[in-house]
Nanobody, 126 residues
Framework: VQLQASGGGLVQPGGSLRLSCAAS?????????LSWFRQAPGKERDFVGA????????YYADSVQGRFTISRDSAKNTVSLQMNSLKPEDTGVYFCAYRGAWIVSNYNRVDVYTYWGQGTQVTVSS
């Protein structure tokens, strides 16, 4: 599976952006999970949200709950991250990641994901 993240850019605080993660190669496993992470300069890569493919269920970090939404377009084999009410602290490189099997308690860990996209820069600044 190859992942391609896109949609980043510069936005003012309070604005919105929509990121997309397109997959090529084998389609997603029905039991897999596709997640978004972000990494600010000089900091570790942090979990943003996850989409459990089998149940179409989403999970979010507390910092983005209520502002970010993950959705899937099965026909296009893409998963999107809609980001609203953006804050300067949302700035970073956003990565999508995929694992072919669901993990109950560790879906927010970087080291459990097999495939990663190249990242797309999101800058929230006035």
């Amino acid at each position: 599976v190859q992942l391609q993240a896109s949609g980043g850019g510069l936005v003012q605080p309070g604005g919105s952006l929509r990121l997309s993660c397109a997959a090529s190669g084998p389609t997603f496993s029905t039991n897999g999970v596709l997640s978004w992470f972000r990494q600010a300069p000089g900091k570790e890569r942090d979990f943003v949200g996850a989409y459990r493919l089998s149940l179409s269920r989403t999970y979010y970090a507390d910092s983005v709950q209520g502002r970010f939404t993950i959705s899937r377009d099965s026909a296009k084999n893409t998963v999107s991250l809609q980001m609203n009410s953006l804050k300067p602290e949302d700035t970073g490189v956003y990565f999508c990641a995929y694992r072919g099997a669901w993990i109950v308690s560790n879906y927010n860990r970087v080291d459990v994901y097999t495939y990663w996209g190249q990242g797309t820069q999101v800058t929230v600044s006035s």
